[in-house]
């Protein structure tokens, strides 16, 4: 008899052009060992590789972006999901097997509305520059910022708070909302592994301005 009750959580994923990285993404979740019932989506903002074949043969479920922007293919996946919580990972992060039963499980014991965790960022030294400011100064801050790479957040606080706006930084965006009306933390548990390859392509000061230049565009649209 097919389950008609939604999951526990519903992984959300973005991905244009993926193909290099997300076959591991995927089945890292397909792998996770946990009792939790999941649902994996990927939201493909129009991949012109490999990435929807092999979204497919993974077993996860694959939509078409409707509009663009990396905000706006994350909201996407929320509202096309119905898991209690939300996961949202990126197409290069591999999650470790005990990702959702730890994670999901402190954000549980701690009351938590939304909880990301540490990261190791792969690729060139430099990275560990940006490795080292996402485990130890977004945690830190009154309203931690929880990356777009590694966020879970209980959906009905998700639909309150509004979601993903469609600007740049849009996961310092959103979380600087979502921390503002409810509690969120940081797992020191559970450990995830995510690409440097911005840093690897542009360098530490390339990136840094990519990155400076969209929270300007943030703060201009008024996040």
Request: hydrophobic share 35%; with cysteine.
């Amino acid at each position: 008899m097919a389950r008609t009750d939604p999951p526990d959580v519903s992984f959300v994923v973005p991905a244009i052009d993926e193909a290099d990285y997300v076959r591991e993404t995927l089945g890292s979740i397909r792998d996770l060992d946990t009792d939790y019932v999941y649902e994996t989506l990927v939201v493909d903002g129009g991949s012109t590789d490999g990435t929807p074949e092999i979204v497919r043969e993974s077993g996860a479920r694959l939509v078409a972006q409707e509009g663009t922007g990396i905000g706006a293919a994350r909201h996407q996946g929320a509202t096309e999901t119905d898991g209690e919580w939300l996961a949202f990972v990126d197409a290069d992060t591999e999650l470790r097997a005990n990702y959702l039963t730890e994670l999901l499980g402190f954000a549980h014991r701690e009351g938590l509305a939304g909880a990301s965790s540490r990261c190791r960022i792969t690729g060139p030294w430099r990275a560990k520059l940006m490795e080292a400011t996402i485990n130890h100064v977004f945690p830190r801050l009154s309203r931690p910022i929880l990356p777009g790479f590694n966020l879970l957040v209980r959906r009905e606080v998700y639909e309150a708070s509004g979601g993903f706006p469609n600007v740049g930084n849009e996961d310092t965006a959103y979380s600087r909302r979502l921390g503002s009306r409810y509690p969120t933390g940081y797992c020191p548990e559970v450990l995830v592994e995510t690409s440097g390859r911005r840093i690897a392509d542009s360098g530490l000061t390339g990136a840094a301005v990519h990155y400076l230049a969209l929270d300007a565009a943030r703060l201009r649209s008024g996040y």
